[in-house]
């Protein structure tokens, strides 16, 4: 169902905004995309929604006719008290003037009674380390839809090997089932960007995909393996923070029959998996 809004054209016009690059502000202007977004967001009567960048409210009008409760997440304090002052009407969403990299997402669901959608158009600046956040956001949020720049979506779905492959695509797989959506051109947006965007749904998994004795481990390997892509396992893993050395390195790659010369970004997810598992048994063993 789709509900008649202002056009987003016609708002900016209205009030005279001019969105702020600081902010990474690129206002989805185009309405069949608005309406073709909430129709792939499968909302439900009962669910409580997220919305990351209420900008003009576009989207968030029409998220409010599918769901029980909108909350919509703007930084922009001016555009926040328009929102809430004269452009939203319905009595289901509420405006929440605030950083999406700090919004208690635990509480909300709490408050909602159970697992949270989220919806939104991502900044560039901090795209990686909210999907990250909210990913390792566990058992609050059951689904994500999605808007990231064209070359930040491609590192979601990329496999091993492929330039786009990195710390971005292994975490984001080992939380979530990913799915493109589809992609938008520049001219959908005000200002236009310089590169194209596209939509990318999350079914957030009840629990990792791959069994990990410690998470933290597991992170602190990947950021060492990615951060010098071009070195082979045995250097790139050499960390004296966890008294892990090159010969260390290639014994327990040996052991469970993994070549120590291969480089980080040809590794899957689940070989990641078993050497992070390997190494922090390791290194608790000779601990002790």
Same mark, same amino acid.
């Given at each position: 169902?789709?509900?008649?809004?202002?056009?987003?054209? $016609?708002?900016?016009?209205?009030?005279?905004? @001019?969105?702020?690059?600081?902010?990474? $502000?690129?206002? +989805?202007?185009?309405?069949?995309?608005?309406?073709?977004?909430?129709?792939?967001?499968?909302?439900? =009567?009962?669910?409580?929604?997220?919305?990351?960048?209420?900008?003009?409210?576009?989207?968030?009008? !029409?998220? /409010?006719?599918?769901?029980?409760?909108? &909350?919509?997440?703007?930084?922009?304090?001016?555009?926040?008290?328009?929102? =809430?002052?004269? %452009?939203?009407?319905?009595?289901?969403?509420?405006?929440?003037?605030?950083? /999406?990299?700090?919004?208690?997402?635990?509480? /909300?669901?709490?408050?909602?009674?159970?697992?949270?959608?989220?919806?939104?158009?991502?900044?560039?600046?901090? /795209?990686? !380390?909210?999907?990250?956040?909210?990913?390792?956001?566990?058992?609050?949020? =059951?689904?994500?839809?999605?808007?990231?720049?064209?070359?930040?979506?491609?590192?979601?779905?990329?496999? #091993?090997?492929?330039?786009?492959?990195?710390?971005?695509? %292994?975490?984001?797989?080992?939380?979530? *089932?990913?799915?493109?959506?589809?992609?938008?051109?520049?001219?959908?947006?005000?200002?236009? #960007?310089?590169?194209?965007?596209?939509?990318?749904?999350?079914?957030?998994?009840?629990?990792? !995909?791959?069994?990990?004795?410690?998470?933290?481990?597991?992170?602190?390997?990947?950021?060492?393996?990615?951060?010098?892509?071009?070195?082979?396992?045995?250097?790139?893993?050499?960390?004296?923070?966890?008294?892990?050395?090159?010969?260390?390195?290639? @014994?327990?790659? @040996?052991?469970? *029959?993994?070549?120590?010369?291969?480089?980080?970004?040809?590794?899957?997810?689940?070989?990641?998996? &078993? +050497?992070?598992?390997?190494?922090?048994?390791?290194?608790?063993?000779? !601990?002790?």
């Amino acid at each position: 169902m789709v509900i008649t809004v202002p056009s987003q054209r $016609q708002l900016l016009k209205k009030f005279s905004l @001019r969105p702020r690059k600081s902010l990474g $502000q690129n206002f +989805i202007i185009d309405e069949e995309i608005l309406n073709k977004i909430v129709e792939m967001c499968y909302c439900y =009567k009962d669910e409580t929604v997220v919305e990351i960048g209420a900008g003009l409210g576009g989207l968030t009008s !029409r998220l /409010a006719v599918q769901a029980k409760m909108v &909350l919509a997440i703007e930084k922009d304090k001016k555009l926040s008290q328009l929102l =809430k002052t004269k %452009i939203i009407k319905q009595n289901n969403i509420k405006i929440i003037q605030q950083d /999406a990299l700090h919004f208690d997402y635990e509480t /909300a669901a709490s408050i909602a009674g159970g697992p949270l959608k989220v919806v939104g158009n991502l900044p560039y600046v901090i /795209a990686s !380390r909210l999907t990250i956040k909210l990913l390792k956001t566990k058992n609050c949020i =059951k689904e994500m839809i999605l808007m990231y720049q064209k070359e930040v979506a491609s590192r979601l779905t990329s496999q #091993p090997g492929n330039k786009n492959y990195g710390f971005l695509t %292994i975490i984001a797989n080992l939380y979530a *089932d990913i799915e493109p959506l589809f992609s938008l051109g520049r001219e959908s947006f005000y200002p236009r #960007p310089k590169v194209e965007s596209a939509l990318v749904r999350f079914k957030v998994l009840s629990q990792p !995909r791959e069994y990990l004795i410690n998470e933290r481990y597991f992170v602190m390997l990947l950021k060492s393996a990615f951060s010098q892509r071009r070195k082979k396992l045995r250097n790139a893993l050499a960390l004296k923070s966890a008294h892990l050395s090159s010969d260390i390195i290639e @014994r327990v790659c @040996r052991e469970i *029959d993994l070549d120590p010369g291969r480089r980080g970004e040809t590794l899957s997810l689940k070989e990641f998996a &078993l +050497i992070s598992n390997h190494l922090f048994s390791f290194s608790t063993l000779n !601990r002790i």
